[in-house]
């Protein structure tokens, strides 16, 4: 590669690695031509660009986006799949799929501009989906209205209890 043509990668990288919500470093030694493709497939599907890219120029990436700390991952064949709609779909694709192919090595990441280790992308993925986190903060913040308004309906239903015993009693009395 000609050393424009190295610059122009670096400075795509470096955007990339910027702006992506989520970035996981995979090792695919191993794969089959067909899984390779498989695991793209699942990744596209979930908005997910997977790329093999140079160790050289992704360090000279993450160097100028002041992620240094990447270099410890930048070994041996390394691949990178970006996302950056959702922080959480890189990490279950690839983890699903490295159970299913024990070829493929997780490595390490980036999360909103962090460097993270293999631990913190296996608590990543088992995160439950968006949609099931926010029905529980929904749930969270709609248990205390509901259980207000269940004591303020029991207080006025104890007195429309009271007023329907008194009218009861007032119909029961001699001469009424």
Known sequence: MARPEKEA???ELKERLSSAQAVVLTDYRGLTVKKVTELRRRLRDSGVEYRVVKNTLTSRAAHEANL??????????TA????TA?????????????????????KGGVLDGR??????????ADLPPRE????????GMQAPLVGMASV??????????????YRRKLEAAPGA
Not at 86 to 106: C, S, T, Y
Not at 115 to 124: N, R, S, T, Y
């Open 9 to 11: 990668a670096v400075a």
């Open 68 to 77: 240094a700390d990447l270099d410890q991952f930048l070994t041996g064949p």
């Open 80 to 83: 990178l799949a970006f996302s």
């Open 86 to 106: 959702d922080p959480v779909a890189p990490a279950k694709v690839l983890m699903d799929f490295a159970r299913e192919n024990k070829e493929l090595a997780i």
């Open 115 to 124: 460097v993270i280790g293999v631990d913190q992308i296996k608590a990543l």
């Open 132 to 139: 099931v986190l926010l029905a529980r903060v929904l749930g």
């Open 152 to 165: 303020l309906s029991g207080s006025l239903r104890s007195f429309v209890y009271a007023l329907e015993a």
